[in-house]
């Protein structure tokens, strides 16, 4: 990994204290600017990985994955929107949605493409994802989730994220690369930030400060893991 991403992330982790206690308090507006701020973070520090690669870096991937991480930031945005205009609360939800969903989607094919793993190992993801389709149904009840008009999207984002897990370590199963087990570990702490979130979205009470610290953390956690990953394309 290279020293300018390196000190990318310290920044990103440093800003995300101060982020937190403002999202906690509901001061949305100076907590857009310290999430904005982190989200161009985790893009510098891609960018400072492809740069450090002196042209030797596998380029269609890093564009994908780059392309990816900037959707994430888009994401970040909508879903800050919904929050400080919430007459258009469901309009930016949906948004927040659809750019994580095309994000991953780069993530996915980039790396499918470049690792190639064979479909017979993208068979448990797919079992997974199905799997995980059908907790987000079965578990509505018993933990008192409303979905309302997002129940389709959040089973198929459910289902989605839980297949890109699964098609990221069979990439490094094919592969056996560093960058490969980083988008694993990058994609599984985003579906375990995903867990929480739709906690707080969807359920009452568990909106709490604790709440929201973990979410980001998991969250941030895995933007910066996919970003660092691109420290090891070169």
């Known amino acids: ?41 985790f893009l510098l520090t891609a960018a400072a990985g492809i740069l450090a690669s002196g042209g030797q870096a596998n380029l269609p991937l890093s564009a994908a994955l780059f ?49 190639a793993p064979g ?40 289902s989605f994220l839980t297949f890109l897990v699964g098609a990221m370590f069979a990439c490094y199963a094919a592969g056996r690369a560093r960058q490969a087990l980083l988008m694993g570990i990058g994609g599984a702490a985003f579906l375990l930030s995903d867990l929480v979130l739709s906690q707080t979205f969807f359920c009452k009470g568990k909106d709490r400060p604790v709440d929201y610290a973990l979410n980001y953390i998991l969250y941030y956690g895995a933007q910066f893991t996919i970003a660092l990953s691109l420290s090891m394309l070169g």
């Open 1 to 41: 990994m290279t020293m300018p991403a390196i000190l990318f992330t310290a920044l990103g982790a440093v800003l995300l204290v101060p982020y937190i206690f403002l999202r906690s308090k509901k001061r949305l507006l100076p907590g857009l600017f310290f999430k904005v701020s982190i989200s161009v973070l």
């Open 119 to 158: 479909w017979r190992s993208l068979l448990p993801g797919a079992a997974a994802a199905l799997a995980a389709g059908a907790g987000c149904l079965l578990i509505a009840k018993p933990l008192k989730m409303k979905y309302g008009r997002f129940k389709v999207i959040s089973v198929f984002y459910g």
């Open 67 to 115: 392309i990816g991480l900037v959707f994430g930031l888009l994401g970040d945005v909508f879903l800050d929107q919904k929050d400080m205009y919430p007459q258009h609360k469901d309009t930016y939800t949906f948004a927040g949605f659809l750019s994580f969903i095309a994000g991953h989607s780069f993530f996915l094919t980039g790396m499918l493409v470049t690792y």
